[in-house]
C-alpha cells in the first residue's frame, strides 16, 4: 500500500515563488523518474518538469528558467520550486512517480491528488 500526497500550492502575486513538495509512502523500494505535470479545465495534462534517477532534469518550454524540479530519495520526495509566477501559470499541478515496490523490481506508477496554483495579476 503506497499513498502519494502534495502539498505547497496557493495563491502569490505575480512574480511571486511557490515551492511545491509531493511525498510518497508505504512499502517502497525506490523511486524512478519523478514528474510534474499541470492541468487546467478543458486542457490537456501537460509536462511542467521531470527528473531521473541519475539527477538529470527536464522542462517545458513555458516554465524553463523560472521552475526548477529537485528529489530527496532519503525522504521519497520531488519538489517544484516556481519563481517568478506568472498567471498563465495557474492550474492544478500533479506530481507522477514510478516506484518499486518488491525486491523483484515490480513498479507501480502514481499520481498525486494535484494541489491548486492560482498567480494573480
Known amino acids: 500500500q503506497v499513498q502519494v500526497v502534495e502539498s505547497g500550492g496557493g495563491l502569490v502575486q505575480s512574480g511571486g515563488s511557490l515551492r511545491l513538495s509531493c511525498t510518497a509512502s508505504?512499502?517502497?523500494?525506490?523511486?524512478?523518474?519523478m514528474r510534474w505535470y499541470r492541468q487546467g479545465p478543458g486542457n490537456e495534462r501537460e509536462l511542467v518538469a521531470e527528473?531521473?534517477?541519475?539527477?538529470?532534469?527536464n522542462y517545458g518550454d513555458s516554465v524553463k528558467g523560472r521552475f526548477t524540479i529537485s528529489r530527496d530519495d532519503a525522504k521519497n520526495t520531488v519538489y517544484l520550486r516556481m519563481d517568478n509566477l506568472k498567471p498563465e501559470d495557474t492550474t492544478v499541478y500533479y506530481c507522477?512517480?514510478?516506484?518499486?515496490?518488491?525486491?523483484?523490481?515490480?513498479?507501480?506508477?502514481?499520481w498525486g491528488q494535484g494541489t491548486q496554483v492560482t498567480v494573480s495579476s
Open positions: 507522477h512517480m514510478r516506484l518499486v515496490i518488491n525486491e523483484m523490481g515490480a513498479s507501480r506508477y502514481v
Open positions: 508505504g512499502t517502497i523500494f525506490s523511486i524512478g523518474a
Open positions: 527528473i531521473s534517477t541519475g539527477g538529470s532534469t
